[in-house]
C-alpha cells in the first residue's frame, strides 16, 4: 500500500506540509464561521426546543425535548454554563464540534484514501459545503453528532476499533442520525472479527446509556427505571406530528439540492441552510464515475453514502429535512474528493478549477449564510425549489410556551441567566414549587 506521506504532490509539498494545510482549513471555517455568529439575538429556529432543553439541565432542574437522547443537550448546557446566555453562547459549542469534525473527518479521507492531496481537497470541499457552515452557527444537535462521528470514522480507519465504538455511541446519545454510521461500521467488521464487532457495539451502547445518568441528578429526576419508556417516547414523538412541516424534505431532494431552508429572512437579513449548488452535483457524478472506473479507495466512501441514504429512504419518517443529509454528503465529498485528487498529476489546472468552483459559490452566498445586514432571498432563490415556503421571525416567549412554565426564567436564559449558585438553588425551589402547585391543581380537578 502506498504510505500517506509519499502520496504527497511534488508541487505542493514544499510550500505547506498536509498538516499546516489541514490546519488552514480548519481554521479558516472557525474565523469565517464566527462572522455575526450572535445574528440574529433570538432563538434561530429549532434553537427554540434544545437551548431551553439545555437551560433546565444546566440549572438541575428536569429533562425536556425528550424527542432526542441526552448528550448534545448536556453539551449545550456546559457551554451555556461556560459562557453565558447570550446567542453567540449557544452556538460556540456546535462550532467548536463542527471544526473538530472537519479537522477528523478529513484525516480519515487522507489516511483511507492513503494521499494528504486528497485530504486537503476534501477538506476545502466540506468546509464550503454550505450544509456544514450552517450546522455549525446554530444551537442545534447535529453539529455536536458530527464530531464524534468524525472522530469515530478517523478511529475506525486507522484500525481503532473500540476508541471507533465509543465516539460512535457518544455521536448515537447527541442524535439518532448517527446510529446508520455505527451499524456500518460494525457490518463491515463483521465478516473478518465477530467478536470485534459485538465488542464495538457494546462500547457504543454503554457510551450511550452512561449519557442519561446525569438525568437521574435532576430535581424532577429522570431515573434508570424511566430510561425504557423515555426510549419509547423518542421512538412516538419522532412520528407522531401534527403537521407536515414546510420545509419537510426526502432524500432525493437533498441530492438534487432541491431542499433548503430560509431559517431567517426579512429587514435584518437572511441565512440559508442548504448545500453548495457547485459542489452538490458531484457527488452523484463522483458515484458514477467511481462505479463505471471501479475505484477501490473510492468503494468505501460510495457504499457509506448508499447505505446512510438507504436508511433514511426507508426510515419512512415523514419529517426529514436537508440537515438530515449532512453524514451522507460528507461520505458523498470523500467520493468526490478521491476523483479530483486522481486529476492532479496529468490535469492540475483543470483539478484546481474544480476546487476553487465551490469556494467562489461559498463567497457568492456569503451574505445569506452569515445574516448580512440587508441580505435577502432575492437574487439565491432562482434555483429549483430555493423559494421562501413560510414567514417567520423572533421566537418570542408568548410563541414557546405558556406563561407559567416561564415562570423563574427557566426558559430563557438570554433574557435572566442565573450568575451564581445561590440564584440557581433559588431557581430550582421556584420551579419544584410551580410544580408542586401543578400536581395540587390537577389532584383537585
Same mark, same amino acid.
Given at each position: ?64 425535548? &425528550?424527542?432526542? @437522547?441526552? /448528550?448534545?443537550?448536556? =453539551?449545550?448546557?456546559?457551554?451555556? $454554563?461556560?459562557?453565558? *446566555?447570550?446567542? !453567540? #453562547?449557544? &452556538?460556540?459549542? @456546535?462550532? /467548536?464540534?463542527?471544526? =473538530?469534525?472537519?479537522?477528523?473527518? $478529513?484525516?480519515?479521507? *487522507?489516511?483511507? !484514501? #492513503?494521499? &494528504? ?7 476545502? =470541499? ?12 446554530? #444551537? ?23 476508541? #471507533? ?281
Amino acid at each position: 500500500m502506498q504510505s500517506v506521506e509519499s502520496a504527497e504532490p511534488r508541487g505542493l509539498a514544499p510550500l505547506l506540509s498536509p498538516g499546516v494545510r489541514l490546519a488552514l482549513v480548519t481554521g479558516t471555517f472557525f474565523i469565517v464561521a464566527l462572522v455575526r455568529i450572535g445574528v440574529p439575538d433570538h432563538y434561530l429556529f429549532d434553537e427554540q426546543y434544545y437551548v431551553p432543553a439545555a437551560a433546565r439541565l444546566a440549572l438541575g432542574i428536569d429533562v425536556i425535548n &425528550r424527542e432526542h @437522547p441526552m /448528550l448534545g443537550k448536556e =453539551l449545550l448546557a456546559l457551554f451555556l $454554563s461556560a459562557f453565558g *446566555g447570550a446567542p !453567540a #453562547a449557544w &452556538r460556540i459549542g @456546535p462550532l /467548536l464540534f463542527g471544526c =473538530l469534525g472537519l479537522w477528523t473527518f $478529513s484525516r480519515a479521507v *487522507g489516511v483511507h !484514501a #492513503a494521499c &494528504r492531496r486528497t485530504e486537503t481537497i476534501f477538506a476545502v =470541499l466540506l468546509a464550503s459545503s454550505f450544509l456544514l457552515f450552517s450546522l455549525s452557527r446554530i #444551537a442545534m444537535l447535529d453539529a455536536f453528532m458530527f464530531g464524534f462521528c468524525g472522530a469515530a470514522t478517523l478511529c475506525f480507519v486507522n484500525g481503532r476499533w473500540n476508541w #471507533a465504538g465509543l465516539f460512535a455511541g457518544l455521536a448515537t446519545a447527541c442524535k439518532w442520525s448517527a446510529a446508520p454510521l455505527l451499524a456500518l461500521f460494525c457490518l463491515s467488521v463483521l465478516p473478518r472479527s465477530p467478536l470485534r464487532a459485538v465488542g464495538m457495539g457494546i462500547i457504543a451502547l454503554l457510551a450511550y446509556f452512561a449519557s442519561f445518568i446525569p438525568g437521574a441528578f435532576m430535581a424532577d429526576p429522570l431515573p434508570v427505571s424511566d430510561w425504557a419508556a423515555l426510549h419509547y417516547a423518542i421512538l412516538t414523538l419522532h412520528g407522531d406530528y401534527i403537521r407536515l412541516h414546510a420545509y419537510a424534505s426526502q432524500w432525493w431532494q437533498w441530492i438534487a439540492n432541491t431542499a433548503p431552508i430560509w431559517l431567517l429572512h426579512g429587514d435584518n437579513g437572511a441565512l440559508v441552510m442548504t448545500g453548495n449548488p457547485v459542489s452538490m452535483p458531484m457527488i452523484p457524478l463522483a458515484l458514477i464515475w467511481a462505479g463505471y472506473v471501479r475505484e477501490r479507495r473510492a468503494l468505501a466512501p460510495a457504499a457509506a453514502f448508499a447505505g446512510l441514504i438507504a436508511f433514511w429512504a426507508m426510515s419512512g419518517k415523514d419529517q426529514q429535512f436537508i440537515y438530515h443529509y449532512l453524514l451522507p454528503m460528507t461520505f458523498g465529498l470523500a467520493v468526490a474528493a478521491i476523483g479530483i485528487s486522481r486529476l492532479w498529476p496529468e490535469h492540475r489546472p483543470i483539478a484546481l478549477g474544480i476546487c476553487a468552483l465551490p469556494m467562489a459559490a461559498f463567497a457568492w452566498f456569503f451574505p445569506v449564510l452569515t445574516a448580512a445586514p440587508g441580505a435577502g432571498p432575492n437574487g439565491y432563490d432562482i434555483l429549483p425549489g430555493w423559494e421562501v415556503r413560510m414567514r417567520n421571525g423572533p421566537a418570542t416567549p408568548e410563541k414557546q410556551v405558556d406563561g407559567e412554565r416561564r415562570e423563574g426564567c427557566l426558559y430563557f436564559p438570554q433574557d435572566c441567566w442565573p450568575p451564581s449558585g445561590a440564584d440557581r438553588d433559588a431557581a430550582r425551589t421556584k420551579f419544584l414549587e410551580l410544580r408542586a402547585r401543578q400536581e395540587a391543581a390537577k389532584a383537585e380537578r
